[in-house]
């Protein structure tokens, strides 16, 4: 009996560190998320640099942004004109465990993010929303959408 409350007290506590390892892993995840967002959507936005943001665009982003109706959307982003203010963002990281194989057969482990920054533009204001992924042990834009009255007919 001894050695069972032994080895259950070794377990329990085994559990709480691993637990609380979870959670100050996702603290960290929720700061660098927001730091990302927060330094590259302004860079992005100040003068609708399509170039900037596939810089920092993840693989399935970089895919999509290739096509003609991407281009047209990215037009209509431009009528807003230049960045006055940039409001900040809000939102937070996600740490999602995946139980279907992927391709290689291994079990995954998925970290993402979703934010929304408002900014004030010339010629209007505008709600971006913005989810991340990471890959390769960095952020990277898995989409990145502006609600601006611009944009409502794209």
Not at 47 to 60: D, R
């Amino acid at each position: 009996m001894k050695k069972f409350l032994m080895i259950s007290g070794i377990v329990f506590w085994v559990l709480i560190l691993i637990i609380a390892a979870f959670f100050i892993w996702g603290i960290h995840l929720d700061a660098t998320s927001k730091s990302f967002v927060d330094q590259n959507v302004p860079v992005i936005v100040s003068n609708w640099s399509e170039q900037e943001l596939l810089k920092k665009a993840s693989i399935e982003l970089k895919a999509i942004a290739s096509n003609e109706r991407a281009d047209k959307t990215w037009t209509g982003f431009t009528k807003l004109g230049v960045l006055k203010k940039y409001n900040g963002s809000k939102g937070r990281s996600n740490q999602n465990a995946i139980f279907l194989p992927g391709k290689d057969g291994r079990i995954g482990y998925e970290v993402t993010a979703k934010y929304v920054a408002e900014a004030d533009f010339q010629n209007g204001s505008a709600k971006i929303t913005i989810d991340l992924i990471r890959q390769n042990g960095e952020w990277k834009f898995f989409s990145f959408d502006v609600d601006s009255p611009f944009t409502k007919n794209n």
